[in-house]
Nanobody, 125 residues
Framework: RVQLVQSGGGSVQAGGSLRLSCAIHGNAFGSHCITWFRQTPKKEREPVAALLGNGDTRYADPVRGRFTISQDNALNTLYLQMNSLKPEDTGLYYC???????????????????WGQGTQVTVSS
């Protein structure tokens, strides 16, 4: 299992940018799928973006073109750069890790057993 420690987030006006970090304690890159999820009051926890175990990335339709996943292997940290933020991006964001490549289940929260503590993102109009 791996431990995930999140940082970043905060409040921003629509159109602004934020970056989330997910520090991973344990070997995960190359052996785990790591997905960012978000929880909003009106919706169930939904997938945002993922780094698959084979190095590929996946993005949910609402964020494609605006959000970007990147990794720093030296720091064992995954980042989610969020640009052109919208009020509907507001929510509690989590990173989660699961062993395997994740080609078919990267967006299924039930496949993930290791979770970060969550970080709030608030986008005002």
């Amino acid at each position: 299992r791996v431990q995930l420690v999140q940082s970043g987030g905060g409040s921003v006006q629509a159109g602004g940018s934020l970056r989330l970090s997910c520090a991973i304690h344990g070997n995960a890159f190359g052996s785990h799928c790591i997905t960012w999820f978000r929880q909003t009051p009106k919706k169930e926890r939904e997938p945002v973006a993922a780094l698959l175990g084979n190095g590929d990335t996946r993005y949910a339709d609402p964020v494609r073109g605006r959000f970007t996943i990147s990794q720093d292997n030296a720091l064992n940290t995954l980042y989610l750069q969020m640009n052109s933020l919208k009020p509907e991006d507001t929510g509690l964001y989590y990173c989660a890790a699961s062993t395997g490549v994740g080609l078919t289940w990267w967006d299924n929260q039930h496949a993930f057993g290791d979770w970060g503590q969550g970080t709030q993102v608030t986008v005002s109009s």
